[in-house]
């Protein structure tokens, strides 16, 4: 039973190292299309990139933060303003959470 639980653990960690890779390309890929106004696109890769940090890191993640963040923008551009407001408020709890009162 330790053994398969080792096992396990170790197949978890090294989805997530595959994924995080492919984290940054889809993260990145989404700044450049917020950058260009393109926010709808830009949002489909976003919510793809959340699935995955809450999957993998949960809800108190600063990666998770990063994507509210980005997501933040978009929704702002869009009219898409309450969803902005709750998910610019959960990144500014995240960012308490880990970094403190600056």
């Not at 995955?52 to 949960?58: E, P």
């Amino acid at each position: 039973a330790h053994k398969a639980r080792n096992r396990r653990k170790a197949e978890a960690e090294a989805a997530a190292k595959e994924g995080s890779s492919e984290f940054e390309i889809m993260f990145n890929s989404a700044k450049s299309l917020v950058q260009q106004g393109k926010f709808a696109e830009a949002l489909r890769a976003l919510e793809r990139g959340l699935a995955w940090t809450l999957a993998v890191y949960g809800d108190r993640s600063m990666l998770t933060a990063m994507v509210y963040d980005q997501m933040t923008i978009a929704l702002l551009s869009t009219g898409g303003y309450d969803r902005a407001l709750e998910l610019c408020e959960k990144t500014k709890q995240i960012q308490l959470a880990t970094l403190g009162e600056q």
